[in-house]
């Protein structure tokens, strides 16, 4: 599981390099999250563009994100493929997840909040 992270104007970026989050890579998906995240941000901010697939257990693994990383800091996603995005709304997720069409205007929206 490939994931690379950057502080950007006050956000923890944290980019999937990777084109599957299925099943096979889940739960090291979480894991390696779980450090990734230790950095302190108020806003967790990841980079989906890579990612052409996404089935129900790499899913749950972003939700379970989320949950350990409440109530005190959010992750919002971005660059969201369209095989992607669709499963996020088929599954109500995007009513979830703050999600942006990609990462500049995510970092822009936190600017306007900020």
Wanted: glycine content about 6%; overall charge neutral.
């Amino acid at each position: 599981m490939n994931l690379f992270s950057e502080a950007c104007d006050g956000a923890l970026v944290v980019r999937v390099d990777e084109p599957r989050l299925d099943a096979a890579v889940a739960i090291r998906f979480k894991e390696q999250m779980r450090e990734v995240t230790a950095q302190p941000a108020h806003r967790v901010i990841l980079d989906m563009s890579k990612i052409e697939f996404l089935d129900s257990s790499g899913l749950g693994a972003v939700v379970a994100v989320m949950k350990a990383l409440a109530p005190h800091r959010q992750l919002e996603l971005c660059g969201l493929t369209g095989n992607v995005d669709k499963v996020f709304r088929l599954t109500r997720m995007d009513t979830v997840f703050r999600i942006h069409t990609d990462l500049a205007s995510a970092l822009s929206e936190g600017r306007k909040y900020a």
